[in-house]
């Protein structure tokens, strides 16, 4: 059995490649090929690009792909949604199709648009966006730049973003949120029904889950006297609950788990004030619920 996986080539590529490899994943890629090895002799990889993604996964080219909600949703393809995967190019969080429109321009609202027009990559969502909305518009496909063709090539546009600088930098207000989207794991239809097939998708899934909720965490190991316990769980802002583990002498215990990264600066010095003893802080691959 092989499972072909295709992983999004361009922006998305090197942040999904560190996914994979955080997973225990290995991918290996050459520059002239499409087609790459892994580290797992039933998966090799395939680059596509993002927005083909859905239809070559509805087609069975591929077995499963990682691709935005963004452009599952404008493929109107049918396939699988295994796994939401919230990470970004720079971010960990979701990102956002904004409608945007010059900051001198009469527009404050999508009702005011009416008329207009708007250049975008998302056409279909766009304009499925305005027809709930019952305002006619000119949707036109944008092949890049998007942001600086407003006010001479486009009225307003929807794009992409995460942080919202470049819109701001060209001068753009945000009227609207046109969708919300994030990396999703998905997978044929037909391939799913495959029970082995399934098995092995839902485990890279499983995977690729934990490198992600791994990421901003750490773990923390520390030997604490009995007596001084609850002072040192008060400090804890565990992940649930800590494990507690006796020594061999029997008015110690071991505790383990994990934080936020951000959080060790301050809670390691409350630790030692607490009288815990032998604190390691370690880094984590994977977290698994």
Not at 134 to 141: A, I, K, L, M, S
């Amino acid at each position: 059995m092989k499972i072909r996986l295709g992983v999004p080539k361009g922006s998305l590529q090197d942040s999904t490649l560190q996914l994979l490899s955080s997973a225990g994943l290995d991918v290996y890629t050459n520059g002239r090929s499409y087609l790459a090895g892994t580290s797992d002799p039933e998966i090799e990889c395939m680059l596509i690009r993002a927005q083909e993604m859905a239809r070559y996964v509805e087609h069975g080219v591929l077995d499963a792909g990682l691709t935005g909600l963004d452009w599952v949703v404008e493929s109107g393809l049918e396939v699988v949604t295994v796994s939401d995967l919230v990470y970004a190019k720079q971010s960990q969080g979701k990102v956002r199709w904004v409608l945007a429109a010059p900051e001198d321009s009469p527009y404050r609202k999508p009702e005011d648009l009416a008329g207009c027009t708007i250049a975008t990559e998302l056409v279909g969502v766009t304009r499925s966006y305005f027809a709930k909305r019952d305002v006619n518009v000119n949707v036109e496909f944008s092949w890049g730049a998007t942001e600086v063709k407003p006010p001479d090539l486009a009225d307003a546009i929807v794009e992409v973003t995460e942080t919202g600088n470049s819109l701001r930098a060209n001068r753009l207000l945000i009227l609207d949120t046109v969708l919300e989207s994030n990396t999703q794991l998905i997978a044929n239809k037909e391939g799913w029904e495959d029970s082995c097939k399934r098995h092995k998708i839902q485990n890279l899934a499983l995977m690729l889950c934990g490198a992600l909720e791994a990421k901003g965490t750490v773990g923390l190991m520390l030997n604490v006297r009995r007596e001084d316990l609850q002072n040192v769980l008060a400090v804890l802002p565990a992940l649930k609950k800590p494990t507690i583990a006796p020594l061999s002498d029997d008015s110690w215990v071991a505790v383990n788990t994990v934080i936020a990264e951000t959080k060790a600066w301050e809670v390691i010095p409350q630790l030692k004030a607490a009288k815990a003893e032998g604190i390691v802080e370690y880094p984590l691959n994977k977290v698994v619920a």
